[in-house]
C-alpha cells in the first residue's frame, strides 16, 4: 500500500491519534499508519497527555486501548476524546466483554483486535475516519453475550422504518418505500430515538442508529467493513 494512498471521502489525508500504554504497539501503529499514508498526530500512553499532545489538532480517528495503566476507564477515555471532536476505535485483546460493551454504549465507532491484520487495522481506521460504524463480529460477541442489554420496544413500522434509514437510506426515500408521508417517516424516527433514550441507549445522529439497529438484530451488520450511513 504505497504512501499517501488512503484518505478521507473528501480528498483530505485521514488523521490518526493513538492512546496505548504500551510503546511498542504505539510505535508499531505509527508505522502501519504512516505507510498508509495517514498523519499521525499525537502518541501517548493515557489519555490526558494524548490531548494535551494534540495542542488543539483534532483527528479524525484516536485509535485507544481498552484498559490503560493510569486506571482509567473505557467510558472516561471516550467521552475525553469525544469532546475534542474525535471519533474512537477501540484497538485491544478484546477477550474483556464488559469492556467492550462499556466502550461500544460510550460511543466507540467500533472495535478490532490487536490479533487483527495491519491491513484490517487500516481498512478500520478509514471507516471510522468516514464517520461510520465498524461492524465486525466483535461488536456483536459483545452485544450477543450481554443477557441484560436494554432493547427498545419498537412497533413493526418503526423497525420498518429503521431498517431502511440505518441501511443509508435517505428520509425522504423511506418514506416513499413504505408509500408514508415524508413527515410521518419523520415521526416515526423521532419516536425511535426517544425509545432508545428511555432504555439508556440514546441515538442522537444517523450513525447512532445504525448502532443500535445491528445490536438489536434489525440490521446484521457483521461484515468485516463499515456500512455508508451518509
Known amino acids: 500500500m504505497p504512501r499517501g494512498s488512503v484518505t478521507r471521502y473528501d480528498g483530505a489525508v485521514v488523521t490518526v491519534a493513538i492512546i496505548d500504554d504500551h510503546e511498542s504497539v504505539r510505535l508499531g501503529i505509527e508505522a502501519v ?3 498508509a499514508g495517514y498523519q ?5 500512553p493515557t489519555a490526558v497527555e494524548c490531548i ?3 495542542n488543539g489538532v483534532v483527528p479524525d480517528v484516536v485509535v485507544l486501548d481498552l484498559s490503560l495503566s493510569d486506571g482509567s476507564t473505557p467510558t472516561s477515555n471516550i467521552h475525553a476524546v469525544q469532546a475534542v471532536g474525535a471519533h474512537v476505535l477501540i484497538h485491544s485483546i478484546a477477550d474483556r466483554v464488559a469492556l467492550v460493551r462499556e466502550a461500544l454504549a460510550a460511543g466507540a465507532s467500533g472495535v478490532i483486535p490487536k490479533s487483527s491484520p495491519t491491513d484490517t487495522v487500516i481498512a478500520a481506521i478509514g471507516t471510522v475516519a468516514r464517520g461510520e460504524a465498524l461492524n465486525n463480529i466483535e461488536w456483536a460477541s459483545a452485544i ?3 443477557s441484560d442489554f436494554a432493547r427498545a420496544q419498537l412497533g413493526r413500522r418503526e423497525r420498518d422504518v429503521l431498517h431502511l434509514y440505518a441501511s443509508g437510506l435517505p428520509l425522504k426515500t423511506v ?3 413504505l408509500g408514508i408521508a ?3 417517516a419523520r ?3 423521532d419516536r ?6 428511555e432504555v439508556g441507549r440514546p441515538a442522537p445522529t444517523k450513525v447512532d442508529l445504525l448502532r443500535r439497529a445491528v445490536e438489536d438484530g434489525i440490521l446484521p451488520g457483521l461484515d468485516q467493513g463499515g456500512t455508508d450511513v451518509s
Open 33 to 35: 499508519c504512516a505507510h
Open 175 to 177: 418514506a416513499m418505500q
Open 40 to 44: 499521525v498526530v499525537a502518541s501517548a
Open 187 to 189: 415521526e416515526h424516527i
Open 182 to 184: 415524508y413527515s410521518t
Open 144 to 146: 450477543d453475550a450481554d
Open 192 to 197: 425511535i430515538r426517544v425509545k432508545y433514550v
Open 52 to 54: 494535551a499532545a494534540l
